[in-house]
T-cell receptor, first 111, second 112 residues
């Protein structure tokens, strides 16, 4: 069975641009969460979606938004990129109240 | 607010046991997890424990939970060089959403 898949694997953007990151959950998983992992730190929670509804949001500015589609895949959008947005963005999926399984992430570099 | 703390580094010899410690603050947490991250990769779920359990064993891994002290540990028996990685402790909130709070990670070095 395929695990959580994320695309693209790497991305380079410049300040002020916007970016869309994509995630496909494990088949049957209806919950998708997004995390930001800055080098040398643990992942920081950004959003959780369940059945296309936002269920939780971390301490991130409104430049960060997300959505979940009917097939449970998800997109994370970041507008007006800043140098500090450079990080590994991780997507995780789970059955409703079960442990999360992570993808390999999208490494975003802002120049 | 919620917080998870871990020591940053641990170095052991191959064949020895490794013990990675973690403290957390949210007493309402329902799940506590251990994840492993190798260079350039995402997080691999190693094991987890419900908050109403004291211990869980899974092959070479033993998780101990002291709920009174909010202390979680991961013991890896017969540590191998392939165990070298960063290990993250995490707690899952029960209230205010379902976010998972991670520690900063413990980097485990295994010397041959």
């Amino acid at each position: 069975d395929a695990g959580v898949t994320q695309s693209p694997t790497h991305l380079i953007k410049t300040r002020g641009q916007h970016v869309t990151l994509r995630c496909s959950p494990i088949s049957g998983h209806k919950s998708v969460s997004w995390y930001q992992q800055v080098l040398g730190q643990g992942p920081q929670f950004i959003f959780q979606y369940y059945e296309k509804e936002e269920r939780g949001r971390g301490n991130f500015p409104d430049r960060f938004s997300a959505r979940q589609f009917p097939n449970y895949s998800s997109e994370l959008n970041v507008n007006a990129l800043l140098l500090g947005d450079s990080a590994l963005y991780l997507c995780a999926s789970s059955l409703d109240n079960q442990p999360q399984h992570f993808g390999d992430g999208t490494r975003l570099s802002i120049l | 607010g919620e917080d998870v703390e871990q020591s940053l580094f641990l170095s052991v010899r191959e064949g020895d046991s490794s013990v990675i410690n973690c403290t957390y603050t949210d007493s309402s947490s329902t799940y506590l997890y251990w994840y492993k991250q190798e260079p350039g990769a995402g997080l691999q779920l190693l094991t987890y424990i419900f908050s109403n359990m004291d211990m869980k064993q899974d092959q070479r891994l033993t998780v101990l939970l002291n709920k009174k002290d909010k202390h979680l540990s991961l013991r890896i028996a017969d540590t191998q060089t392939g165990d070298s990685a960063i290990y993250f402790c995490a707690e899952r909130e029960q209230t205010g959403g379902f976010k998972t709070i991670f520690g900063a990670g413990t980097r485990l070095f295994v010397k041959a």
